[in-house]
């Protein structure tokens, strides 16, 4: 058992030196260490969460005044002053609402930077901990699959945001660039045929990184579960159990999983990729028979996340061929 623990500590003796050297080298997280910058991004998850609610709540509240108005004004004999008073009221509301919005914009925008700083700290991390792994015996590799799967699923949950597609599909399809004689709107047609290729083609980029992701997180769960299986119960197994709670959230000094929080990151994520998905359906030209529907609400397995990021790559490398058609076909 005092094998298993000395190889843990040597472990976390590696990381802590790999913080020393990354943070001494990054720009702009040097004077700060990685709890902290962790810390920074649960608060920041929190509080635009938090705004989110509050534009909800708000926003319910306009719909339903909307309402009022209209059952008012639609009586034989209308209350004006009422319908002053709750237009007057649904003005500030609106406001109140823009407001919040032009904020919520800024504050997840700063998500996004914070991010970007672990992601790549996440990536500087596991990258040297896979060159040292080439070089370890079996129970020290193990060690750094645990690590290892660690940090990838801290990156997954650092993902950029997922936002629909800027452009509109069913637009683009009905472009012909060679039935366009105007130069100017031939010009203009044709840089938003190369926007939408450019933003294609960054979609396809971000899809493939998740897919490699949760690819090397199904691997390494196996790993481990195998490690598992064969080490020996009283010696090996309470210490490197892949789900075994302290031993493994407590690593060089992270910040822990919340899986409840990783649930709905996932969803989160899996929601979005769904509603791109839809976009890019059309009948007649791209036709999508998806499973998904309106998307998960419930538990979801890596598995099906997979499948959704395999079957939505497809379809835009598919886009981005119909996109390449109509540029080049107009040269």
């Known amino acids: 058992m005092s094998k298993h623990i000395n190889s843990n500590l040597i472990g976390i003796n590696i990381l802590f030196i790999l913080f020393g050297l990354f943070f ?22 929190n509080f635009v969460n938090r705004q989110k609610q509050i534009i909800d709540s708000l926003q319910i509240i306009l719909t339903e005044r909307a309402k009022l108005i209209d059952t008012e004004k639609k009586k034989a004999l209308p209350n004006n002053d009422k319908i002053i008073e709750l237009m007057s009221k649904s003005a500030t ?3 109140q609402i823009n ?18 700083q672990l992601s790549l700290i996440y990536s500087e991390l596991i990258d040297s901990l896979k060159l040292i792994q080439k070089s370890a015996n079996l129970s020290r590799s193990h060690d750094l699959n645990n690590q290892i799967l660690f940090l990838t699923e801290k990156k997954l949950l650092v993902s950029p945001r997922v936002s629909n597609l800027s452009f509109n599909p ?7 660039l060679n039935t366009i004689s105007d130069p100017t709107q031939r010009k203009i ?15 396809i980029q971000q899809v ?31 210490f490197f159990n892949y789900r075994s709670g ?3 959230n407590a690593l060089a000094g992270f910040i822990p999983i919340d899986k409840t929080e990783m649930d709905y990151v996932l969803l989160s994520q899996f929601s979005s990729y769904s509603s791109m998905l839809d976009q890019l359906n059309m009948p007649g030209y791209i036709n999508i028979k998806s499973k998904w529907g309106e998307g998960k609400t419930t538990k979801l397995s890596l598995g099906e ?5 395999k079957e939505l790559r497809n379809y835009l490398q598919e886009y981005r061929l119909v996109l390449n058609s109509k540029l080049q076909s107009a040269k």
């Open 24 to 45: 001494g080298a990054a720009d702009g997280v040097h004077s700060q260490d990685l709890v902290s910058l962790e810390k920074r991004f649960s608060d920041q998850v």
């Open 189 to 203: 047609h044709s840089e938003y045929l190369e926007n939408a290729l450019d933003e294609v083609n960054e979609q």
């Open 93 to 95: 509301l609106t406001n």
């Open 170 to 176: 069913e637009y683009i399809i009905r472009i012909d």
């Open 208 to 238: 493939t990184i998740r897919s490699d992701e949760l690819k090397q997180i199904v691997q390494l769960q196996k790993k481990v579960e195998r490690f598992v299986e064969e080490a020996d119960f009283e010696g090996s197994v309470k």
């Open 305 to 309: 996340y997979a499948s959704l990021l």
């Open 246 to 248: 302290t031993d493994r």
């Open 99 to 116: 407001n919040l919005q032009i904020k919520l914009k800024k504050d997840e925008n700063e998500l996004e930077s914070t991010k970007k």
